[in-house]
């Protein structure tokens, strides 16, 4: 079965870090563009950060440049996302998905993403 399995996620302080994981099953992520994305109640989807395939590029949001990083190991069939610096705004779903289809470097346009982790609740809260 072809899926993504992410991890991590949970509880934390403001100002705290966390590290969400995104591990494909099933497929290589060396293939693929990899974009993290979150959604908070009431909220749309919205793109946080995405790393291009090719060259390990990245790309952010501005309301997470500088705080959060985005990486891969292709070793491990995984990209991750470091979370530092969190702030209470940061409460969301987090997803992590895949960008198949395109051979231009990635957007943070979820339409432009395939196949898609499960989410993982990030809260953050004194």
């Known amino acids: 079965q072809l899926q993504l399995v992410q991890s991590g996620g949970g509880l934390v302080q403001p100002g705290g870090s966390l590290r969400l994981s995104c591990a494909a099953e099933?497929?290589?992520?060396?293939?693929?563009?990899i974009g993290w994305f979150r959604q908070a109640p009431g909220k749309e989807r919205e793109g946080v950060a995405c790393?291009?395939?090719?060259?390990?590029?990245?790309n952010y949001e501005d309301y997470v440049k500088g705080r959060f990083t985005v990486s891969r190991d292709n070793a491990k069939n995984t990209v991750y996302l470091q979370m530092n610096s969190l702030k209470p705004e940061d409460t969301a779903v987090y997803y992590c998905a895949d960008r198949r289809y395109y051979t231009t470097s990635p957007t943070l346009g979820p339409d432009e993403y395939n196949y898609w982790g499960q989410g993982t609740q990030v809260t953050v809260s004194s």
């Open positions: 790393i291009n395939k090719n060259d390990g590029s990245t």
């Open positions: 099933g497929f290589s992520l060396d293939y693929y563009d």
